[in-house]
């Protein structure tokens, strides 16, 4: 069982910038993979980026690569999300989940994930 609570997100202005944290409870938190999804308004909920459970492999949506840095330290029990030059688009509701397992890639998709955070609202001005 792990709780996960994210923080760190708020009102930016296009090309700013904004660093996602995602503290996890628990001692086993290294044996989760862990992702990045987002929500917007009328929209379904899709993948940002993940992480592998040991933090050698990192995988990113077409949306945000090149802009963002997914990042972990097993040692502070927490995941980042760094972004980047954000845009308009980016506004959402960001969520962070954690799957069970070391697996190099912890999936794309919402149903890989078993455990999940409340979201942080990220706003974009344009």
């Known amino acids: 069982q792990v709780q996960l609570v994210e923080s760190g997100g708020g009102w930016v202005q296009a090309g700013g910038s904004l660093k996602l944290c995602c503290a996890a409870?628990?001692?086993?938190?290294?044996?989760?993979?862990m992702g990045w999804f987002r929500q917007a308004p009328g929209k379904e909920r899709e993948f940002v980026a993940a992480i592998s459970w040991g933090g050698g492999r990192s995988y990113y949506a077409d949306s945000v690569k090149g802009r963002s840095t997914i990042s972990r330290d097993n040692a502070k029990n927490t995941v980042y999300l760094q972004m980047n030059s954000l845009k308009a688009e980016d506004t959402a509701v960001y969520y962070c989940?954690?799957?069970?397992?070391?697996?190099?890639?912890?999936?794309?998709?919402?149903?890989?994930?078993?455990?999940w955070g409340q979201g942080t609202q990220v706003t974009v001005s344009s």
């Open positions: 409870s628990g001692r086993t938190f290294s044996s989760y993979g």
């Open positions: 989940a954690a799957r069970s397992g070391r697996r190099d890639f912890p999936g794309g998709h919402s149903d890989d994930y078993n455990y």
